[in-house]
């Protein structure tokens, strides 16, 4: 205990050293009264804080959970109710000296230290030319995060370059940090994105940034993160998160449109599913004036359809000679001259199918004459009168343009309501007819009232695109009261098939092979026939639509009348309840929720969605709610996208079977892993909508990019249900995804190492070896202290000790065991080694698998007979 003297106080020289003890045995709650008893001690509370701090940040610089940060969160809880320890009641050359040492503290890698010296000395206050020397010092002495972080907090932002400050961060893999740098100022967001897209033109090298920053030491990771494909994609995010116009980033526009050729042509010419005259007009939308874009639609043509068809668009777009490859030119000139008589029509194309679409897919059981097009205010009152009758039942969809690299959300061209009998189809493209007040309040009627039965499959999207399309709902949300959404309810049907199926673990997709998904699935289950989906991309803002469309769009939302009566008469047959409103997530509520921005609506999501909960539907848009028995982490198999790498290594080290992509692979790799393994696509941003077309629905999961990797993982978790135990952790391989370990003692390790020259004298343990060699998936013992017996048993499948070839050192998967990584200095206080069969790669206990249950400890499961818990560990 600190000796308090009345004359001359505590001296904080004395206190740190105390503290200290306390802190190397760990006893905290005396450490944090003896800091308080120390504190009211000293005779210079603020002077002797900072003698503290800087004793500290010496034995124990840039270590997390330090005894400063406790230090510094006690000297706060102490000043409560003190306000005579305070800089103003010193004098102004005396609070110049302490702002100065406490300014010097922050040079130290410790964000956290920022917020509670700002506050107790006042730096905001601080001579603004002093603060920016200050940051020119940490960024020449490579502080860059240190620098941009305090800049940030003091609003320094207007007198420091932001190219010096932002660019060595996003080299670096900080980009959110250079986001918050710049954001709430609308000329450094617009730089920021400039930047970014200027990375993202075809000439442009990371050599050049390189060679500008040479301090930076860039990693092969780094490296291969400042690439268009990755950039583009942070760029159109930063485009929406800061409410930026896409004009600002033509090279990642034009990469996006890029991508969409791409995905049309497969759509067209390797998928079959696209008609002639669909797909021609999203290429002419997609490809516009575009020298760039015509030229590398003329190359695409070649390789997927031949000279003539690329010699043909090059004449409908009079690309201009020097743009044309030389085949293309000679094929052109075996042309016609291109015309198009404007008096030539085709004939009107028939309302009924011929027989064999009749017998193949689902039939609209009403007539033309009953399919309205609503476009006048006497159509409208019709279809209120019929529609928006209190207890109706109404089937509800809507159709937009896909739009192929475009930024902006998607705006309704089209509503379909379909009540027994009738469907009526509103025409949002009329514009004196969608913006009367009239079609807003009739929208605002039908989705208010509770009394009406509204249908839909997936609604997310739906609302998602309404509240879009009118800026009414902006100022004045829209209510959202009696919604049934089937898909959380065919999600259901799903899991209650798979619980019928005799045998074998609980598998996570919902459908067997890539043929119908989503509501086309449901339908052909539930009714016998799948929808006819060929003109789901059409042009749904062109008029007047075609007669496919309008049986198409009519279809679509009259079906789910049939499948909503179809299993209300039966339930019992699908797993489901009697009231099909009360199946798990089934309704949604109040939409306002949908509304709240993104950081209000994460904390005020609720954990799981009940039915009639008001907040329902933000949830629903967020995610739909995965019930069922819990899953063990092995039985999950997924396929994580290359924006989630980070959330695929936490995935692997929980026990996921995790797959991922390189950076370089395209997205389509996911959804071919996916169908051809049985896996669950994980992914964020635009190549959800492309990636879920292509795999069964409940086989692709959509996560916020914005989140920390830690969070998507929890997340996941939640999403599948996973009981996480601690024999969980690390039970695959984190290198190679294996989850076959073999073990080896510590003597073992020793003769081989011996026998190959590794090995030649005995060495004493290396003094900070935990913080050397760490490795990345084990847990640890403390330097000097061997760790006899291991507790570490993970759910893997271990291999004998005969599968190491004693000779080659290699196992019967042809890899190699990685000898040479072992460091010689473990050897005294490791007794058992871990080695992937798969790969080769040595592993033994470290505190990573501590930190491990800590970071997961929210969503670990620990039995009273588990040999192994978070507090033996």
């Known amino acids: 205990m600190v000796d308090i003297s009345q004359d001359r106080g505590v001296d904080p020289a004395d206190l740190r050293d105390h503290l200290l003890e306390l802190w190397a045995k760990r006893e905290l709650s005396q450490l944090r009264a003896e800091a308080r008893r120390g504190f009211s001690g000293l005779q210079d509370p603020l002077?002797?804080?900072?003698?503290?701090?800087?004793?500290?940040?010496?034995?124990?610089?840039?270590?997390?959970?330090?005894?400063?940060?406790?230090?510094?969160?006690?000297?706060?809880?102490?000043?409560?109710?003190?306000?005579?320890?305070?800089?103003?009641?010193?004098?102004?050359?005396?609070?110049?000296?302490?702002?100065?040492?406490?300014?010097?503290?922050?040079?130290?890698?410790?964000?956290?230290?920022?917020?509670?010296?700002?506050?107790?000395?006042?730096?905001?206050?601080?001579?603004?030319?002093?603060?920016?020397?200050?940051?020119?010092?940490?960024?020449?002495?490579?502080?860059?995060?240190?620098?941009?972080?305090?800049?940030?907090?003091?609003?320094?932002?207007?007198?420091?370059?932001?190219?010096?400050?932002?660019v060595p961060l996003i080299l670096q893999d900080k980009l959110q940090l250079a986001e918050s740098y710049v954001r709430g100022h609308r000329h450094l967001e617009e730089w920021l994105v400039k930047l970014l897209d200027s990375w993202c033109h075809p000439d442009f090298s990371v050599a050049q940034l390189e060679r500008r920053y040479p301090d930076l030491c860039l990693s092969q990771h780094q490296a291969q993160r400042i690439q268009p494909k990755i950039l583009s994609k942070q760029v159109f995010r930063l485009m929406q998160q800061f409410n930026l116009d896409s004009a600002l980033c033509p090279n990642s526009v034009t990469k996006r449109k890029l991508d969409s050729l791409k995905f049309l042509m497969y759509k067209k010419f390797?998928?079959?599913?696209?008609?002639?005259?669909?797909?021609?007009?999203?290429?002419?939308?997609?490809?516009?004036?575009?020298?760039?874009?015509?030229?590398?639609?003329?190359?695409?043509?070649?390789?997927?359809?031949?000279?003539?068809?690329?010699?043909?668009?090059?004449?409908?777009?009079?690309?201009?000679?020097?743009?044309?490859?030389?085949?293309?030119?000679?094929?052109?000139?075996?042309l016609p001259p291109p015309h198009r008589s404007e008096d030539a029509c085709l004939s009107p194309e028939p309302w009924d199918l011929p027989g064999t679409e009749r017998d193949r897919y689902y039939q609209l059981p009403v007539s033309k004459e009953h399919v309205h097009f609503v476009n006048t205010l006497e159509l409208l009152d019709l279809c209120r009168e019929v529609a928006l009758q209190p207890g109706s039942l109404v089937g509800v969809d809507m159709e937009w343009r896909a739009r192929f690299g475009c930024v902006a959300p998607q705006k309704v061209a089209l509503i379909q309501l379909a009540t027994p009998g009738h469907v009526f189809l509103l025409d949002l493209c009329a514009a004196d007819f969608s913006r009367h007040l009239s079609m807003v309040q009739a929208v605002r009627q039908l989705f208010a009232d509770p009394s009406i039965l509204k249908l839909g499959y997936s609604m997310s999207g739906d609302l998602s695109s309404l509240l879009a399309t009118w800026s009414e709902f902006v100022d004045e949300p829209l209510k959202v009261d009696g919604v049934l959404d089937l898909l959380p309810i065919h999600k259901q049907i799903q899991r209650s098939y798979r619980g019928s199926l005799a045998g074998g673990p609980r598998e996570v997709d919902v459908m067997e092979g890539a043929g119908e998904k989503g509501l086309s699935l449901l339908v052909k289950q539930v009714l016998g026939k799948p929808l006819n989906k060929a003109e789901q991309l059409s042009n749904w803002e062109r008029r007047p639509l075609r007669n496919s469309q309008l049986r198409y769009a009519a279809n679509d939302a009259y079906c789910l009348l049939d499948v909503y009566l179809a299993l209300s008469q039966e339930p019992a047959r699908y797993g489901l309840p009697a009231n099909l409103c009360c199946a798990p997530a089934g309704q949604a509520g109040n939409c306002k929720e949908a509304k709240k921005p993104r950081e209000k609506r994460k904390q005020a999501r609720p954990p799981r969605v009940t039915p009639g909960d008001p907040g329902a539907v933000g949830s629903v848009l967020a995610s739909a709610v995965q019930l069922g028995p819990p899953m063990e982490p092995r039985q999950l198999r997924v396929v994580c996208d290359n924006m989630l790498q980070g959330l695929g290594r936490y995935l692997r080290c929980l026990g996921v079977d995790v797959l991922m992509l390189e950076n370089t692979d395209d997205h389509r790799v996911a959804a071919k892993l996916a169908r051809a393994e049985g896996r669950v696509i994980l992914t964020c941003g635009q190549p959800y909508q492309t990636l879920k077309s292509q795999v069964g629905e409940g086989r692709c999961l959509l996560l916020d990019c914005s989140e920390k990797a830690r969070d998507q993982a929890v997340r996941v978790l939640r999403h599948f249900r996973i009981r996480l135990t601690p024999d969980d952790i690390f039970s695959r391989c984190q290198a190679c995804n294996g989850d076959q370990y073999m073990k080896l003692p510590r003597e073992e390790m020793a003769r081989m190492l011996k026998e190959r020259g590794l090995m030649e004298e005995q060495l004493e343990p290396a003094e900070d070896w935990e913080e050397e060699y760490e490795p990345s998936n084990l847990p640890a013992t403390s330097p000097g202290r061997e760790r006899v017996s291991t507790r570490y048993a993970p759910h893997c499948r271990w291999a004998p000790a005969s599968d190491l070839d004693p000779d080659t050192l290699t196992f019967p998967s042809g890899a190699q065991l990685q000898i040479h990584t072992v460091p010689v200095g473990l050897l005294s206080n490791v007794a058992l080694f871990f080695i992937c069969t798969t790969c080769g790669k040595v592993f033994w206990e470290g505190s990573h698998f501590d930190r491990v249950l800590n970071q997961f400890q929210e969503v670990l499961s620990i039995s009273e007979d588990s040999g192994t818990s978070s507090g033996s560990i």
């Open 47 to 166: 002077s002797g804080l900072l003698c503290i701090l800087e004793g500290c940040l010496e034995l124990q610089r840039a270590k997390a959970n330090s005894l400063s940060q406790c230090v510094l969160a006690e000297f706060q809880i102490w000043r409560q109710g003190r306000p005579q320890v305070c800089l103003q009641q010193e004098q102004a050359g005396r609070a110049r000296e302490l702002q100065l040492r406490a300014l010097g503290l922050l040079s130290d890698p410790q964000p956290s230290f920022i917020d509670p010296l700002l506050d107790v000395y006042h730096l905001h206050c601080l001579d603004r030319g002093l603060l920016l020397a200050h940051m020119r010092k940490l960024q020449a002495a490579g502080c860059h995060r240190e620098a941009v972080l305090l800049s940030t907090k003091l609003e320094l932002q207007a007198d420091l370059d932001v190219e010096e400050m932002c």
């Open 270 to 334: 390797i998928e079959k599913t696209m008609s002639e005259e669909n797909w021609s007009d999203h290429v002419e939308a997609t490809v516009g004036d575009s020298p760039a874009l015509q030229a590398r639609l003329l190359e695409l043509l070649v390789k997927y359809s031949g000279l003539k068809t690329a010699a043909w668009w090059s004449l409908h777009h009079g690309v201009p000679k020097e743009n044309v490859p030389p085949e293309v030119w000679e094929a052109q000139q075996s």
